[in-house]
């Protein structure tokens, strides 16, 4: 199951959503990740969705709490209304920097798709906002006053050159083309595409032309989104045979929104499961309560039966004992009852009286 875009993925998906600009944000929702809904004249409402390492375009509204994050209301405040006037991704980074506009004000929304996912606003001087997370590096630090930085470069899929694929290689030529930002998928695709050995180690010149031939071959494909039978979504054509979707977004949705969506049932089972353990628990508790409280209650009234039972016998010693009250201290009593064969003892400190019955 795909659960992140490569930064050659995020090419595509960024050319597929440029549809996008032009229209504005008419609610902003904070799920698990984030939702904008979007309406254009001429595509109606639209759902942008974000996750932790994935944007695309959903069909269908998730789950949205009741309570709105923090973070959600600052994106509401200034965002709702606004028109999206761009839409980029940067230096061929799994980072894609969304502008809203009006006349009188610009923010730019950055969606950093790798680790564990962020979402930055800033204001048009690209000074810092808010973030789902703060954080900081040696190289950059993403807080609240700070200007926004991109990480340090790195290699740009989008705009690699014939020199990129000149591989000095070190490991594997699969692995090598991943490091360039093609990740596993597309590496051992440009090797299918050329008729290379993914594993081999060592590449020849005319080789090293022929990936930068495909390479450029492959920017130009147009989009023929598929969900593989091993899970991969991919919005061009890979060597096997998948199921066909019209868009890129279509095939993330069939797949993905369907995970995030059991996510969400299996958490709220195990809440439900939790809740019910814990109901379980207090009746069985009560149970016991209620088990001891009778047994309490058979004792106490067998306790009566006995007293009712013998009760002129009990009479006659309680009247004795009272007599000799009038004569004597309860330690003294205590001292001639001593080997009685009913009264088992008596308690000067606090006049109990054990007797046998």
Request: overall charge positive; some cysteine; glycine content about 4%.
């Amino acid at each position: 199951m795909k659960t992140e875009l490569t930064a050659l993925d995020v090419l595509y998906i960024v050319e597929e959503l440029q549809q996008l600009v032009g229209s504005r944000v008419d609610r902003i929702y904070q799920p698990d990740g984030f939702l904008i809904q979007l309406h254009k004249a001429q595509l109606g409402k639209v759902l942008l969705r974000i996750e932790k390492n994935i944007i695309w375009l959903t069909a269908s509204k998730p789950e949205v709490p009741e309570t709105i994050p923090g973070l959600c209301a600052i994106l509401r405040k200034r965002l709702e209304g606004k028109k999206l006037i761009s839409l980029q991704q940067m230096n061929g980074e799994r980072i894609i920097r969304i502008d809203f506009a009006t006349q009188q004000e610009t923010f730019h929304v950055y969606v950093e798709l790798f680790a564990n996912g962020n979402l930055i606003l800033a204001d048009k001087e690209d000074k810092i906002i808010a973030a789902v997370e703060e954080r900081a590096w040696k190289d950059r630090a993403i807080k609240r006053g700070l200007p926004y930085m991109l990480p340090p470069s790195k290699m740009n899929v989008a705009t690699l050159e014939q020199e990129n694929f000149e591989l000095h290689l070190t490991d594997s030529i699969s692995k090598h083309l991943a490091t360039l930002g093609f990740g596993k998928t597309y590496s051992h695709e440009l090797c299918r595409r050329t008729g290379i050995e993914p594993n081999a180690k060592t590449i020849t010149t005319e080789q090293q032309k022929k990936l930068y031939k495909e390479y450029q071959k492959m920017l130009s494909d147009k989009i023929d989104a598929q969900v593989y039978p091993d899970g991969e979504i991919a919005p061009i054509k890979l060597a096997s045979e998948g199921t066909k979707y019209p868009t890129f977004s279509a095939a993330i949705d069939s797949q993905f929104a369907t995970n995030v969506g059991q996510q969400k049932v299996d958490r709220k089972r195990q809440t439900y499961l939790k809740q019910r353990e814990k109901v379980e628990n207090l009746i069985a508790l009560q149970g016991k309560s209620i088990k001891k409280n009778e047994e309490d209650a058979l004792e106490q009234q067998r306790i009566g039966e006995l007293i009712y039972e013998h009760y002129q016998e009990l009479k006659e010693i309680m009247d004795e004992i009272n007599k000799a009250k009038m004569s004597l201290s309860l330690q003294e009593i205590k001292a001639r009852l001593k080997g009685h064969p009913k009264v088992k003892d008596v308690n000067p400190k606090t006049s109990e009286i054990v007797v046998e019955i």
